[in-house]
């Protein structure tokens, strides 16, 4: 069975870190894509990161680019997004999802719409 799990959460104050986890297991990375995407109160969800499993390709969205790195260990079937100088406009719920390569081009955010794999979250609050 496939499943992803989210932990690494929690209450920051501005520029703060945190590094979040993402657990995948019964995946074969290099047959994924894995993506962090957030929900803010009131906001629409939008995709923050994602990392091919085949190609080791990372994108970012521009507000976080100089700010947040992903990574993943594929021998522990980890993921992990990590947050720098973080700011109260990155307050959200985290989540990570997987989506087969073959269903998507680069890091396309609109691919994890379909046919993919979601975790249930990890909230960060971030305070001014």
């Known amino acids: 069975e496939r499943q992803l799990v989210e932990s690494g959460g929690g209450l920051v104050q501005a520029g703060g870190s945190l590094r979040l986890s993402c657990a995948a297991s019964g995946f074969r990375f290099d047959d994924y894509a894995i993506a962090w995407f957030r929900q803010a109160p009131g906001k629409e969800r939008e995709g923050v990161s994602c990392?091919?499993?085949?190609?080791?390709?990372?994108y970012y969205i521009e507000s976080v680019k100089a700010r947040f790195t992903v990574s993943s260990d594929d021998t522990e079937a980890m993921v992990y997004l990590q947050m720098d100088n973080l700011q109260p406009d990155d307050t959200a719920i985290y989540y990570c999802?997987?989506?087969?390569?073959?269903?998507?081009?680069?890091?396309?955010?609109?691919?994890?719409?379909?046919?993919?794999?979601w975790g249930r979250g990890t909230p960060v609050s971030v305070t001014s």
């Open positions: 990392i091919r499993g085949d190609d080791g390709n990372r």
């Open positions: 999802a997987a989506v087969s390569i073959i269903m998507i081009d680069h890091c396309d955010f609109g691919a994890f719409n379909h046919m993919s794999y």
